[in-house]
């Protein structure tokens, strides 16, 4: 590999580690500003009805997963957790040979790994943006689950267009 590109390689892996780090950091300093500063359930509002929305903080927690899916095994749930950021990582630092892959995989892995602090830190995950939309309330999520989904979302629409790609190829 020329010295360029190792060089160039090396400065983008450490830009995805130091932004990894700032973004784990900002999650877990709201998470600590949450805990230290509002009782559970406790609610600041943010805005009420803009457009039909309302956004607020508010400290809730959550033992499970998603929409506090399988909050009756939080032992068993860890477990998985961590074997799954385990295989991801593994996956993304020995395996991963598409270099746009690696800012969705960065945000995966940033959003679990704080979500699994928390439970270590807290004894759950602790959650606090909660929107109302239209006056369905959403689940209370935190940073960590956004940083999740952004990844998981980015790699759907990579995986999407890249289908459409080789189908357009294959049709000319």
């Known amino acids: 590999m020329p010295r360029k590109v190792r060089k160039r390689d090396d400065l ?9 780090v700032a973004l784990f950091l900002f999650d ?10 509002l009782p559970l ?16 903080i508010s ?18 749930l860890l477990l ?9 990582a593994a996956y993304v630092f020995f395996f991963n040979k598409e270099r746009k892959r690696e800012i969705p995989f960065m945000l995966i892995l940033t959003g679990a790994l704080g979500n699994i602090i928390d439970f270590f830190l807290y004894g759950s995950v602790v959650d606090m943006l909660h929107f109302v939309l239209w006056g ?14 952004l990844g998981v979302a980015t790699l759907i629409i990579q995986g999407i267009t890249e289908k459409l790609n080789k189908r357009k190829r294959h049709e000319t």
Do not use: C, M
Request: aromatic share 22%.
């Open 12 to 20: 983008v892996r450490r830009l995805l580690l130091f932004s990894a």
């Open 80 to 88: 998985v957790r961590v074997g799954i950021i385990l295989a991801l």
């Open 28 to 37: 877990a300093s709201t998470k600590y500003w949450i805990v230290e500063n």
């Open 41 to 56: 359930f406790g609610t600041i509002p943010v805005f009420q009805n803009f457009f039909g929305v309302d956004f607020s």
């Open 136 to 149: 369905y309330s959403y689940p209370v999520f935190n940073l960590a689950d956004t940083f999740i989904f």
């Open 59 to 76: 400290h809730a927690r959550n033992l499970g997963g998603a929409w506090s899916l399988f909050s009756s095994y939080p032992i068993a």
